[in-house]
Every structure is written in structure tokens, then in C-alpha cells.
């Protein structure tokens, strides 16, 4: 089975300053790692994922993320936040093709709340 | 396309009381998922389907039911609700051969039971 924990579960910051949610993740087999983004009474948006490849992966609104095999970790980083970008952020992996058979099933974090100050 | 949508968006039940809450999509997707979300705790998945006929119980598929009679739906069921069925309830859906992986969300469905 696989898990996944988000070392923080809230994150208060500056506008313009950077920021770092991190997350750890646990599995047996190989998976792909993906960060969700949910803003206020919305459901949950893509925000970038790592299939293969290149370990430092960019997404959407400036964001990206540093896959680290050896320390089991998917951090998301931002080098200048904005108001806007208040949202709680979910972690998550899924079972990879060569690790079985997964239909496509999310292991979710627990979730960092991100609020902006201005 | 209108995507993933559900509805209720909100709903009140009482102890022991039934509801479906209903989810569809129209982007053709073979794969579909119900997750529940608690605060503190991410998202958990309920149940799963794979194609129409072909549904597989998740993490936490206790106190629910689900069906998919078509591609386009996948209803979720509570029989006999109970207060620790009180969350927020995500329907989800992906296609099956997707090199991106993306899940596709809809809006939710606050659900409290009293």
C-alpha cells in the first residue's frame, strides 16, 4: 500500500516572499506523484505531476517540484507567492504502469493550507 | 463540455435517512471515482468503477453503494445515513489510456447529517 504525508498543514506567508509545502511519500512499487491545487468551495485543479524523466517538473501559475527517489520526497516550491494563490494543495501518488495494475487510484495527502498576507 | 458535475451541491439529511448524490461526465471517461473529503484528513476513495457494470470498493466504501449503468454516470448512495457521514464528497473520472494520468474533479457535494 502506499501513503503519503504533507509535513505541514498550514502554511502562512507573505505576498513575494517563496515558499515550500512539502511531502513524503511510502510505497512498495513505482509511482507517479502529483500535486492538486483546491481553491475556496472549489473541487480539486492540477497543478503539475511527475511521470518519468526529469525530476524537477514545472506546473501551472509558476509552480514546480523536485522528485528525490533517494529521500522519498515531492516538495512544491514557488519563488514568489501571491494573494492569489491562497488554496489548500493536496500531495498525491498513484500506483505507476510498471508497479501493477492501478486503475488510476489517488493515495491523498492530508493537505497544506497555503494563505497569502499581503 | 461541462466536464465533471454534481449535484446536490448541498444537503442536509437526518439520521437514517437516504439520498444519491449524482455525478456525470461528458468527456467519454471509462474510469470514475468517489473520494470524500474530512478536514485535516485529504481525500479518501469510497468506490471506483472502470466501465459501466464494473465498480470495485476503495479505502472507505462502509455505509455506501454505488452503481454504473452508463459511461456518462456514476451514482453514489447512502442507505442509512449517520453523523460520520458528514464531508464533502468529490466525483471524480480520468479516461483509461491517459499518458497525463489527470483525474478530472467535479465541484463536490457538501453533505451534513444531523
Known amino acids: 500500500a502506499q501513503s503519503v504525508t504533507q509535513l505541514d498543514s498550514q502554511v502562512p506567508v507573505f505576498e513575494e516572499a517563496p515558499v515550500e509545502l512539502r511531502c513524503n511519500y511510502s510505497s512498495s512499487v513505482s509511482v507517479y506523484l502529483f500535486w492538486y491545487v483546491q481553491y475556496p468551495n472549489q473541487g480539486l485543479q492540477l497543478l503539475l505531476k511527475y511521470l518519468s524523466g526529469s525530476t524537477l517538473v514545472k506546473g501551472i501559475n509558476g509552480f514546480e517540484a523536485e522528485f528525490n527517489k533517494s529521500q522519498t520526497s515531492f516538495h512544491l516550491r514557488k519563488p514568489s507567492v501571491h494573494i492569489s494563490d491562497t488554496a489548500e494543495y493536496f500531495c498525491?501518488?498513484?500506483?505507476?504502469?510498471?508497479?501493477?495494475?492501478?486503475?488510476?487510484?489517488?493515495?491523498f495527502g492530508q493537505g497544506t493550507i497555503l494563505t497569502v498576507h499581503p | 463540455n461541462a466536464g465533471v458535475t454534481q449535484t446536490p451541491k448541498f444537503r442536509i439529511l437526518k439520521i437514517g435517512q437516504s439520498m444519491t448524490l449524482q455525478c456525470t461526465q461528458d468527456?467519454?471517461?471509462?474510469?470514475m471515482y468517489w473520494y470524500r473529503q474530512d478536514p485535516g484528513m485529504g481525500l479518501k476513495l469510497i468506490y471506483y468503477?472502470?466501465?459501466?457494470?464494473?465498480?470495485d470498493k476503495g479505502e472507505v466504501p462502509n455505509g455506501y453503494n454505488v452503481s454504473r449503468s452508463t459511461t456518462e454516470d456514476f451514482p453514489l448512495r447512502l442507505e442509512l445515513a449517520a453523523p460520520s457521514q458528514t464531508s464533502v464528497y468529490f466525483c471524480a473520472s480520468r479516461p483509461r489510456s491517459d499518458p497525463n494520468n489527470e483525474q478530472f474533479f467535479g465541484p463536490g457535494t457538501r453533505l451534513t447529517v444531523l
Open positions: 468527456m467519454n471517461h471509462n474510469y
Open positions: 498525491a501518488v498513484q500506483v505507476s504502469e510498471g508497479g501493477g495494475t492501478s486503475y488510476g487510484k489517488l493515495t
Open positions: 468503477s472502470v466501465g459501466a457494470g464494473i465498480t
